[in-house]
Structures are given as C-alpha cells and as structure tokens.
C-alpha cells in the first residue's frame, strides 16, 4: 500500500501563525511520479528525495480500474461538491512533498479533460495542517489562489530542505504582486468564511475516512489505489484509470 502523508493526532491548541505559516504540463510528468507511486508522506521519516521515471503508453486491459481504487463506505456529498459529473477531489496539504510531486501530473489531467471538474481540498484534519488550508482558503478568496498555488508549493519544498515550514512573511513576499499585506493575509486566514470551508474540510476528510494525503477520489466514491497502478506506465495509468472511473 502507498504510503501517504498521515495526519498527526489532532489538538486543542492553535500553532502561532506568524511562526509556522507558511511544475507545468511542459516538465515530463513521469520524472516525479514515479515517487507518487512508491512514497507518500509520512510524520514519522523524513521525505525521500524523487526518483527519475521514464514516460511509457500503458497497455490496453479489459478493464483499466480493476483493482485499482476502493470504494468510500459513505460517499461524498455530490451536490455539495460539485456541479457537474464527472469530477475529481483531491485532498493535500501544502507541506506534504508527495502532494508537491503529483501536481504536475493533475494539472496535465485537468488542462487534457477540460470535461472533468477538479476540486482541490486542503486537508485540515489537526492544527498544523489547519494553518496550511486557512492560507489555501484565504488565497480563494482573495482571489489570488490559481495565481501563486505553485509558488506556494514551492516555497514549502525549498523550505523543506531546510528543515522549516516558511514563515508567514516569507508567504506575504509571494504577493506582493498581488497587494495583499500580511494584516490582510491574517484577518481573512481568521475569517468567518475560511472558518466554515475548515469545518467543511474536516468533515470530508472523515467522512471519507482519510488518514493521509495525496488522496483522489472520482465522483465522491472512487478511491484511487496509487500503489496498484503501473510502476512502468504510471503517468498513462493514472489517466487512464481516473476517466475511466469518471464513467462509472
């Protein structure tokens, strides 16, 4: 089974926001997925370094979702979701590097099957992931989420490699660009509006019965299985399997 990012326990306490705050369809995809396939985040080690994967066609199967995904013992609320089938829901969270590494192979997903709603939800199961989905929330609704969620990516991944989480200046200085100040980063962090997409987010994220992040799951039911897709075709596996559970 793939390892994830797991979720630590949950706390009653908040983190100090101003101390523990925080590529494109033209890379080869297959050079990062290939850590998708055998790594995932773990609390306990840390991350691996990703692993070069050279970019194959998949072979046809008869049916290219056997064995490949499970299905959610109570699905995701359609509706609420989404407004249109098929769909795609991920969860992450932007300290995850396995959340980091995938992303280039979902944006190609979205950017090839403009049909195909993409949902993204920042898991906020405890309070260190919190801080990272109220940022992702506060960037929604500024308005400035489609432009700096790379660079936000981003700056996770360089910090990581120090050791840190980035500061929430270090954050800020992503938007200046954008005019957004730090004061009007954290009252919207604090909002009332990011307030209730949290309590959202927690309430997915167990109803799906997560523990840990990448996940994907099509059409609020289908649960992808990253270990059981092809190690040597997994970028056309991936895309594959996703349309192909899209039609269930």
Known sequence: MLPV???PARHTHKDNLTNGIIMKKGLLIAVLTLLIFLTGCDNSTQPPSPTD????????????TEGKYT???SPLPSAELASQKPYLVEFFWFGCPHCYSLEPLTKAFKEDNPDFQFIMIPAAPNSRWEIEARLFYAMEALGIKDALLDRVFKLYADKRNEKRY?????????????GITKEVLETSMNSDEVSIQIERSKKLFD????????????????QLEFSKLSSENFAADFMQTILSLGKK
């Open 53 to 64: 994967q050279l970019n194959k066609t998949a072979q046809p199967v008869s049916d290219p």
């Open 207 to 222: 109803q799906a019965e997560l523990t840990g992040v990448p996940s994907l799951i099509i059409n609020g039911k289908y």
């Open 5 to 7: 990012c797991n979720s």
């Open 166 to 178: 980035p500061t929430l200046d270090e954050v800020v200085s992503l938007m200046d660009q954008q």
């Open 71 to 73: 299905t959610l013992k």
